[in-house]
């Protein structure tokens, strides 16, 4: 079954640090999706990125930036100069497809919080 | 903003009783797959409906039911409530059954029992 592991549950920095979110994760399918999301104090799932397994590249989309690594199951998350704002929890995960059903299998999350 | 609508957004009830949370998918979406986030378990896939008809369940509960109407939009049933039945409740949409991996999310309906 797939599994996605978040090993960090709690992670505090200051502002201006970059922080590195790590995911790991196990599937036997070879074609899958990845996903990181955020949630901040206010309860919502605010979608970041969504990686193919078949593309490994790596993104960067301003502060945020995704390592894609098939070789060791992991899709870590970067921020770069840390702001308050970035507070949250973020949470990888990893999609399901079984029947005709595509379900995601989401991590436990890692809290973020950013000190100023 | 997803473009998905959930109602309520909060509620608050007492133990035994029944509450239906709605879902409002993305216009032209056909899928509708139920989360619930609880301090236990965390984020679980609770059901998947595809244009009306029940495509997968999850970690649901036999006490909790849903359904997906012609006009597209879901409703979550929760019945007998017990307080670990306090949770977010997530509904996300998506264009097809799978294979696609576009899910959009709405804000959560947050369920309080006590």
């Known amino acids: 079954a797939q599994k996605v592991t978040q090993a960090q549950t709690e992670i505090s920095v200051v502002e201006k640090e970059d922080v590195t979110l790590d995911c790991v994760y196990e599937t036997r399918d070879t074609t899958y999706y990845l996903f990181w999301y955020k949630q901040p104090p206010s309860g919502e799932l605010v979608f970041l990125i969504r990686r193919n397994s078949f593309d490994e590249q790596n993104e960067i989309s301003g502060r945020y930036s995704w390592n894609f690594q098939k070789s060791t199951s992991s899709f870590n998350f970067t921020i770069t100069a840390s702001q308050v704002v970035d507070s949250a929890v973020y949470f990888c995960a990893l999609s399901e497809e079984q029947g005709g059903s595509e379900k995601l299998v989401f991590g436990k999350g890692t809290k973020l919080t950013v000190n100023p | 903003d997803s473009g998905v609508t959930q109602t309520p957004k909060h509620l608050i009830t007492a133990t035994g009783q029944r509450v239906t949370l709605r879902c409002s998918p993305r216009s032209g979406d056909l899928s509708v797959y139920w989360y619930q986030q609880s301090l236990d378990q965390g984020l679980q896939f609770l059901i998947h409906y595809y244009n009306g008809e029940e495509r997968a369940k999850g970690n649901i509960l036999e006490r909790f039911s849903a359904q997906q109407f012609p006009d597209l939009h879901s409703e979550l049933n929760l019945s007998s409530l017990e307080l670990g039945d306090s949770a977010l409740y997530f509904c996300?949409?998506?264009?097809?059954?799978?294979?696609?991996?576009?899910?959009?999310f709405g804000e959560g309906s947050r369920l309080t029992v006590l």
């Open positions: 996300a949409s998506s264009p097809r059954t799978a294979g696609t991996g576009e899910l959009f």
